[in-house]
């Protein structure tokens, strides 16, 4: 009896090689509706799924795109296309649909955006800014009455109230204070400074937490 020859029979190699066959229980759409099922597919295998999302947004009510949906019969041979350009096994349409690319990336770019938006929000303050208080203008008075008014303002908050009432008491004849006086123009200009001068020396403490919280979230 002759001896049986054993043939080993290698398993078929998955093919990397753009199929060009036409697959089982799949229906394929017409050539005008594939192209637009295939570019579409490519982008959305190159893109992710949320690039899926925003054509699904930007294209209610176009029947172009109803492919898209679970329900319609080309959205099997659309997955199955998505699934082919993931794995380089797709081959890219002859032609572009017109406007199609120009879409696909101002959706690209849309979403782009909208994380850039979500990452800038985590920095933009919720709270509005706190007034700023250390400034005043001042008035049109000599640079000599300017120091003047300054000066008294910078010793008065470094030294307190008595001082103040000692400063008038002792001056009250020289006109060069007399804007200590509630009556004069330049009594308001210099009570503003008072305040400001006294915040700096002698800060409160909301101020200073305030200014800490800043300084921590720079």
């Known amino acids: 009896m002759p001896a049986l020859e054993v043939i080993a029979v290698n398993p078929p190699e998955e093919s990397t090689q753009p199929s060009s066959q036409p697959v089982v229980g799949i229906i394929y759409p017409p ?15 190159r893109n992710g799924p949320e690039f899926e999302s925003r054509i699904r947004q930007n294209e209610v009510g176009n029947p ?12 099997a041979y659309y997955q199955h296309k998505v699934k082919e350009f993931r794995e380089g096994r797709g081959q890219e349409p002859v032609a572009v649909p017109p ?11 849309q979403l782009k955006q909208q994380e850039l938006l979500k990452q800038a929000e985590a920095f933009i303050p919720k709270d509005p800014p706190v007034e700023f208080e250390f400034i005043a203008d001042p008035p049109s008075i000599s640079a000599l009455d300017l120091d ?50 006294t915040k700096v020396l002698i800060p409160p403490k909301d101020m200073m937490f305030r200014l800490k919280d800043e300084c921590s979230s720079m």
């Open 31 to 45: 050539p005008e509706v594939r192209n637009i099922v295939d570019k579409t597919a490519s982008f959305v295998a």
């Open 99 to 109: 406007g199609f690319q120009q879409k696909a990336v101002a959706s690209s770019t």
């Open 64 to 75: 172009k795109f109803n492919f898209l949906s679970l329900g319609d019969p080309y959205h």
């Open 148 to 197: 003047v008014v300054k000066l008294t303002a910078q010793f008065v908050a470094r030294n307190g109230r008595q001082f103040l009432t000692n400063l008038m008491n002792r001056e009250q004849r020289n006109y060069q204070f007399d804007f200590l006086r509630p009556q004069h123009s330049l009594f308001q200009y210099f009570t503003k400074l008072l305040e400001q001068y």
